[in-house]
């Protein structure tokens, strides 16, 4: 086992420390957090777990999305109550208790992103489309915008967007292009990796990225950077550490993309490693992974993707 790797496994054995004392469930009393990030020490490079205890708990945590500014969280969390896509903030320099946001279906809803504008959501849900309807069997993609503190009532993006064959993760680039993955019919995998544009009008654009980054495997959980520079991505392709790895491209000259490298084992296990996202500032790389046992969010700076861009 490498250092990298066992450094991973030391910081879980800290964490399951800290679990001892905080018994990794929602405290009854929440605790007085300020600053940046909910007052966690800024991470190195070596992953940690974020906030131990208070976003990362003994429930299933995924999808992970700061406001450019800093001031609210929203994050998915499973099997817990409340469930469904959670929201913390500051309010007069201390972070709220996290509670469900309005737009949120609970269980039904997991991966989703804030675009950079901090207003629009696009949240993959298995939600009717008839309230008191049986959930779907897959997910399909959709919207809600906020004013002030209040969302707008979700609505799902017409087809081709969604093709009612599992389309999910969305992430929205500064020019406002949608990535997401999907099931559908004539990929290159079992999940491949999408972009369209004009998605939010009558003439949306669908544009499987293809070969390297879409293989005969698994290509799901895009996060697209805001200039569309890189991007990074799960797959459980050949060569990797073990179930699922996390892998970034690097656009290329045009509209290409580089030959997808894996983030190595400072990232990477035997265990699955997804859900990835920079903060919108760029100097922190989120993801989930079940290393531990359950689906906690990992933090780190975000430095390795410069590290690993070709010269």
Known sequence: MEISRISLAIC???????AATM????????PVLEGPYLGQMPPGDDPVVFAP???STSAPEGATSFSPDGSFLLFARARAEPDGILITEQIDGVWSKPHRVSFSEGRHDW?????????????????PDVTGEEPLDDHRIWTSTRNGREWSEPRVLAPPVNAGQHDSYPWLSAAHTLYFFSGRDGGLGHGDIYRATGWDGNS???????????????????????????????????GGFGKADIYVSFRTVG??????INLGDRVNTAADEYIPSVT?????????SNVSGNREIYWMDSGLIEELRPE
């Not at 879980?12 to 800290?18: E, K, Q």
């Not at 991966?111 to 939600?127: H, I, M, N, Y």
């Not at 509209?255 to 997808?260: A, H, K, V």
């Open 12 to 18: 879980v054995l800290g964490c399951c420390a800290v």
């Open 280 to 288: 919108p500032d760029g100097r922190y790389f989120l993801f989930t």
């Open 204 to 238: 949306p654009r669908i544009e499987n990225l293809g070969a390297p980054v879409n293989g005969p495997h698994h290509e799901v959980d895009p996060y697209i950077a805001p200039d569309e520079s890189f991007l990074i991505f799960c797959s459980d392709r050949p």
């Open 255 to 260: 509209e290409g993309w580089s030959e997808p």
């Open 53 to 55: 205890g208070i976003i």
């Open 23 to 30: 018994c990794w469930s929602q405290p009854d009393e929440w």
């Open 111 to 127: 991966d989703f992103t804030l675009a950079p504008d901090g207003k629009t959501v696009l949240v993959a849900s298995a939600r």
